[in-house]
């Protein structure tokens, strides 16, 4: 499909510039055309897609001024779980807050890097979770806190906030 895109585009890109002269309108088409043939897929494929009903994030939701009140009293801004869609968006809570997913593979809790940043997970000292009761990893994961003296700082629906000690071990290097 790229390779198609590219020779067409090519192919258009020769053909306007033998007949317009102009090289600011050149220019001017020319991105017209690589936006048009960029985003044409997404927008016909997914006309009825509704990403509000997957991300259901409010920075100004009560919970969640709950969570960064916590945080400012334990002056403690890293905060990670399982649940992909109820921890990476915390990170929009306030610009200190430094929000990772972790997995369970086999015995071992794990950071998913793949959409934190390594850094992120080179915590030491208490940290706080955010646990949906209704994930599996989430679950595992509180298991894992209770057992080295997590302390549970609050309860909103299936959702607690814990604060402990870091429960996974960093598979990337910690470089200051």
Known sequence: MSLLKLTLFIWLYDLLSRSITSKSALAIITVLIALLTSCWYPVVANKNLNLSIHITFHRDRDFNR????????????????????????????DNRVNAGELAINGDNVVPRHWLSRPSWFCASGEVFYA??????????????????????????????????????????????
Request: proline share 4%; net charge positive; charged share 25%.
């Open 66 to 93: 709950e969570i960064l009140a916590l945080m400012q009293q334990n002056h403690i801004y890293r905060i990670y779980g399982g649940d992909f869609w109820g921890i990476v968006p915390l990170n929009a809570i």
């Open 131 to 176: 646990l949906n009761q209704t994930v599996e990893a989430d679950r595992l994961i509180k298991d894992r806190i209770a057992a080295r003296q997590g302390e549970l700082l609050l309860t909103k629906g299936d959702v607690t906030i814990w604060k402990g000690p870091v429960i996974w071990k960093n598979d990337r290097p910690c470089v200051n």
